[in-house]
Every structure is written in structure tokens, then in C-alpha cells.
Nanobody
Framework: QVQLVESGGGLVQAGGSLKLSCAAS????????MAWFRHGPGQDREFVAA????????YYSDSVKGRFTISKDNAENTVHLQMNMLKPEDTAVYYC?????????????????WGQGTQVTVSS
């Protein structure tokens, strides 16, 4: 089992920034991928960004590309999501997820491990 703990959500005005973090523990494996998804009000869960732990490839949805940056801290087994130029439509619960890098990155069903979620609210 892999445990994921998110932190860093909150309330911010449009145009502002927030940084989310997700710490992984437990039976982690080396060739993994960590990702962020979000679930906004009245919407389906949406892929946001992902990073491959071994080769550091990054992936972004079109809606956040150029505004969000995903990064990792190998020593802390932690992934970060720096969110800049936030918009009201970014309001959602953000979830950290963990999978083997052998599986497709934007498909939520391909991630067996999930964090509890952290709320991000962007006011206009």
C-alpha cells in the first residue's frame, strides 16, 4: 500500500498563486508516476499534471499548461504543484494520485492510490 498526504490548499484571489504538496509513504516503487487530478463542482474528475519519478517527464492538461508546474523532491518522496495565475475555474478539490509509470497518465482509473484531497478556492 502507498499512502499519500496532500497539503497546501486554501482560498486565493484570481491571479494569485498556491503551492500544493503530496508526500508518499509506504510500499512505494521506483518506476512510478505521481499526478494531480481535480474535481470541481458539477464536473467530472479531471487530470491536471503528472511527473515520472525516474526520468522526470512531465505532463499537463491544456487548461493549466503555462500556469502550473509539477516538480518532485526525491529525498522527501514528495511532489509539488505550483499554481500561478489562478482563475475561478481552477476551484476544485485537488487530489494526489500514484501509479506505475507503465500505465496511461491521464486516466484516473489507472491510479490505484489516492490522497484525501485538498480544497482550492479561487475568488473572482
Amino acid at each position: 500500500q502507498v499512502q499519500l498526504v496532500e497539503s497546501g490548499g486554501g482560498l486565493v484571489q484570481a491571479g494569485g498563486s498556491l503551492k500544493l504538496s503530496c508526500a508518499a509513504s509506504g510500499r512505494t516503487f521506483s518506476n512510478n508516476r505521481m499526478a494531480w487530478f481535480r474535481h470541481g463542482p458539477g464536473q467530472d474528475r479531471e487530470f491536471v499534471a503528472a511527473i515520472d519519478w525516474m526520468i522526470s517527464n512531465t505532463y499537463y492538461s491544456d487548461s493549466v499548461k503555462g500556469r502550473f508546474t509539477i516538480s518532485k523532491d526525491n529525498a522527501e518522496n514528495t511532489v509539488h504543484l505550483q499554481m500561478n495565475m489562478l482563475k475561478p475555474e481552477d476551484t476544485a478539490v485537488y487530489y494526489c494520485a500514484y501509479q506505475s509509470a507503465l500505465f496511461p497518465y491521464p486516466i484516473s482509473a489507472a491510479y490505484p492510490f489516492w490522497g484525501q484531497g485538498t480544497q482550492v478556492t479561487v475568488s473572482s
